[in-house]
């Protein structure tokens, strides 16, 4: 009897101990880039954000995410209330957002933390040095678990 509590103690204490490393790792963190789509598209696979008053569509799924992550760099935004980050991708990545950015110029590409939406702005050009940013909306607490996330840019392991 007492081998089996032993084990069942063992086993919910290597469970907790997995949690608290994730959080660590900064798993709770979502970072997600998602492109402009059309509103006839299936309903379950887009959502509406309001963009400078207009109501626009969006895919759920992500063309990039924080697994597209190598590192970041983040920057007091124009609004001196928030911030913004620089993000570098993973090659295979950057080469993905160098494919739809070529083939879907003059649409919107928002950006969300955990959910939220913080940032949209319009493809111009294809972009092709394998980064990506959000420009605005990011809070200070989210900086610190871009830092559990992702080391800064320079600072990458070789």
């Known amino acids: 009897m007492n081998t089996q509590w032993l084990r069942f ?26 492109l402009e789509t059309d509103q006839n598209n299936n309903p379950k696979m ?5 963009v400078a008053g207009k109501l626009r569509y969006f895919q759920r799924t992500p ?35 160098e494919t739809m950015t070529t083939a879907n110029q ?3 590409l928002c950006s969300a933390v955990n959910g939220r939406v913080v940032d949209v702005v319009r493809i111009d050009k294809p ?13 200070g607490e989210e900086l610190k678990e871009y830092d559990k996330l992702a080391p800064r840019i320079g600072k990458e392991k070789k």
């Open 127 to 139: 972009v092709s040095d394998g980064y990506i940013v959000i420009w605005n909306g990011v809070t």
């Open 9 to 34: 103690l063992l086993g919910f204490m290597f469970l907790f101990s997995v949690a608290e490393a994730g959080d660590k790792k900064g798993k709770n963190l979502n970072i997600t880039f998602h």
């Open 106 to 108: 003059g649409k919107l």
């Open 63 to 97: 063309e990039v995410s924080s697994k597209d992550i190598v590192s970041f760099s983040p920057f007091l935004a124009d609004n001196e209330k928030d911030y913004g980050v620089v993000f570098k991708l993973r090659a295979s990545a950057a080469s993905r957002l």
């Open 46 to 50: 887009i959502f509406q954000q309001h």
